[in-house]
C-alpha cells in the first residue's frame, strides 16, 4: 500500500496494490497492521457504512462535535470528489481544506481523522461509498457545515447545484460552527 500525506498531513491518501489479470483483479482493501503503519498510530474502526447516491448528490460537510468519527472512505462504484476540512482550531491547518477524486476504478481511500469534517460529491451517474469509523454514529452529537461557505472556498468540480438532504442545507457557515479545541 502507498501512503501519501496530502497538503493537510493528517489526511492520507491511501492506495493499495492491485493485481490483475485478464481474468480480473485482487488487492487487500483493509490491513490493520499496514493502515497503522501509514497513518502512524494505532485505529480501532469499531462500524462500517455503505452509501449510494445518484449524480450531483453532495453529502456533507459533516462531523460529530462529541464522539468523533475518524473515517476511512473509498468508491466501490462509481467516482466521487471527496473533501476533509480541518476544524481543529489548535491546528495550523485549521479551516483548510484537501480533496481527492475517489473511484472505483483508481481503489483509492481517505484516511479522515478525528477532528475534520467531511463530505463528497458523486461525479458519475451513481456511486456507492463505504467508510469505516472509529466511533459509532451518534445523531444528537452531528454537526453540518455548509458546503458552500466562502470562507473554506471548496472548489467543488460540479457544474450544477447540486442536490443536497434538509440537513445540509440547513448547515451551517464556518464562523457559526461548533469545532473542536
Do not use: C
Not at 492506495?15 to 501509514?38: C, I, L, M, T, W
Amino acid at each position: 500500500m502507498k501512503a501519501t500525506p496530502l497538503a493537510i498531513p493528517d489526511v492520507v491518501l491511501l492506495e493499495p496494490r492491485v493485481f490483475g489479470d485478464d481474468r480480473g483483479f485482487f488487492f487487500e482493501s483493509f490491513n490493520q497492521r499496514q493502515f497503522n503503519q501509514a497513518i502512524g498510530r494505532e485505529v480501532k474502526f469499531v462500524q462500517d457504512n455503505h452509501s449510494r447516491s445518484a449524480k450531483n448528490v453532495l453529502r456533507g460537510l459533516h462531523y460529530q462535535i462529541k464522539q468523533p468519527q475518524g473515517k476511512l472512505v473509498r468508491v466501490v462504484s462509481g467516482e466521487v470528489f471527496d473533501v476533509a476540512v480541518d476544524i481543529r482550531k489548535s491546528s495550523p491547518t485549521f479551516g483548510k481544506w484537501v480533496g481527492e477524486i475517489l473511484s472505483a476504478e483508481n481503489k483509492r481511500q481517505l484516511w479522515i481523522p478525528e477532528g475534520f469534517a467531511h463530505g463528497f460529491a458523486v461525479l458519475s451517474e451513481t456511486a456507492e461509498f463505504l467508510y469505516k469509523t472509529t466511533n459509532y454514529y451518534a445523531p444528537e452529537f452531528e454537526r453540518a457545515i455548509l458546503w458552500s461557505d466562502p470562507s473554506i472556498s471548496i472548489e467543488w468540480p460540479i457544474n450544477l447545484e447540486p442536490q443536497l438532504s434538509s440537513k445540509d442545507k440547513a448547515g451551517l457557515r464556518f464562523v457559526e460552527a461548533e469545532v473542536f479545541a
